[in-house]
C-alpha cells in the first residue's frame, strides 16, 4: 500500500531557529511529489514539486530537496508568518488511478 | 486572477439531508480533482475528472457520493442521504494537467447532524 509519512508531526521554533520537516514515501510509480502550506481554515496553498531524486528548488526560506524515499524541506531563518501546516503528497498515475496522496502534515510553530 | 472558488463555504445538514457541492476551477484547467479533510488529517482522494470524463472514482466512500462535471468546467459533489461520519471539510483542486500541481480552493466545511 503505498503510503507518506511526515515528521514530526508538530514542530515549534524560535524565530530564526533553522530546520528540516521530513516527507518519507513507500510508492511505486511516483510521477511527483508535492509540497503545500496550508493555513487554519484554508485550502492548501501549492509551494514546490519535486519530479527525480536529486532535485532541489527555493522559495524565499523554503527549501524542498526529493532522494529515492524522502523529501525534506528545509526552512531557514523562519519568521512567524512561516507558522502553518506543512502537507506532503506524491502523486502516483497508472491504470485509472491519478491522485495526490498526502502525508497528514507537520505544524509549525514560529514563536517571535 | 480568479483561483478556485467552492460554495456554500460552511453546510450545516440534517441526518439524512442531501447536500450538493460546488467547485469552479480556474479557467482553463482541464483537471479536477476533489478531497475529504478530516480534522488533523491530509487531504483524501475521492475522484478526477478530465474535462468532463470522471476518470477515476476510486475514493468516493460510498455510492453516496457522486460528483459530476458535465461541460468540463464546473463541478458539483453531492452526498445523498448524509452521516455523521461524512462530516468533514471538502476540497476542490484544478491544475492545467494530471501531472502538474494542484491549485485547491478554500473548501466546504459539512457538518452532519
Known amino acids: 500500500e503505498d503510503q507518506v509519512t511526515q515528521s514530526p508531526e508538530a514542530l515549534r521554533l524560535q524565530e530564526g531557529e533553522s530546520s528540516s520537516l521530513n516527507c518519507s514515501y513507500t510508492?511505486?510509480?511516483?510521477?511527483?511529489l508535492f509540497w503545500y502550506r496550508q493555513d487554519p481554515g484554508k485550502g492548501p496553498e501549492f509551494l514546490f514539486t519535486?519530479?527525480?531524486a536529486g532535485e532541489e528548488k527555493e522559495k524565499e526560506r523554503l527549501k524542498a530537496t526529493l532522494t529515492k524515499k524522502e523529501s525534506f524541506l528545509h526552512i531557514t531563518a523562519p519568521k512567524p508568518e512561516d507558522s502553518a501546516t506543512y502537507l506532503c503528497?506524491?502523486?502516483?498515475?497508472?491504470?485509472?488511478?491519478?491522485?495526490?496522496?498526502f502525508g497528514k502534515g507537520t505544524l509549525l510553530t514560529v514563536n517571535p | 486572477g480568479a483561483g478556485v472558488s467552492q460554495s456554500p463555504r460552511y453546510k450545516v445538514a440534517k441526518r439524512g439531508q442531501d447536500v450538493a457541492l460546488r467547485c469552479d476551477p480556474i479557467s482553463g484547467h482541464v483537471s479536477l480533482f476533489w478531497y475529504q479533510q478530516a480534522l488533523g488529517q491530509g487531504p483524501e482522494f475521492l475522484t478526477y475528472f478530465q474535462n468532463e470524463a470522471q476518470l477515476d472514482k476510486s475514493g468516493l466512500p460510498s455510492d453516496r457520493f457522486f460528483a459530476e462535471r458535465p461541460e468540463g468546467s464546473v463541478s458539483t459533489l453531492k452526498i445523498q442521504r448524509t452521516q455523521q461520519e461524512d462530516s468533514a471539510v471538502y476540497l476542490c483542486?484544478?491544475?492545467?494537467?494530471?501531472?502538474?500541481?494542484?491549485?485547491f480552493g478554500p473548501g466546504t466545511r459539512l457538518t452532519v447532524t
Open positions: 510508492v511505486s510509480g511516483l510521477r511527483g
Open positions: 519535486l519530479y527525480s
Open positions: 503528497a506524491v502523486f502516483i498515475s497508472g491504470g485509472s488511478n491519478y491522485k495526490l496522496t
Open positions: 483542486a484544478s491544475s492545467p494537467n494530471v501531472r502538474g500541481e494542484q491549485y
